[in-house]
């Protein structure tokens, strides 16, 4: 097992999974690093204001895949998510998430 798939398990895996059930992505990058580049049909809600979103992500009643530049700010997205009973997964950088989905 590498670094990476035990700091953040198996996240071929779990996006291919999630992705069927039909998740939503969250990027969770500045307003300004998503209007660089972002995936198609992805919500930017920046890290920093996660937790006031809570109860809309909530109602959406889906699965979540977060996403950010490089996979830290996304980790902790998910994490966050996760204790807020909110099933999530991290999907790591959103240039490498992209290939996979």
Not at 20 to 47: F, H, W
Not at 69 to 96: C, D, H, Q, V
Request: glycine share 10%; charged share 20%.
């Amino acid at each position: 097992m590498g670094l990476l798939n035990f700091l953040f398990g198996n996240t071929n895996n779990a996006v291919t999974e999630f992705k069927e059930r039909g998740a939503i992505i969250i990027d969770v990058r500045t307003p300004g690093e998503y209007q660089q580049g972002a995936i198609a049909g992805s919500k930017n809600m920046p890290l920093q204001t996660l937790n006031t979103k809570l109860d809309y992500i909530k109602k959406l009643n889906k699965p979540v895949i977060t996403c950010c530049a490089s996979g830290m700010r996304s980790a902790n997205a998910a994490s966050i998510l996760n204790r807020n009973n909110i099933e999530a997964t991290n999907g790591g950088g959103w240039k490498s998430l992209q290939g996979k989905l």
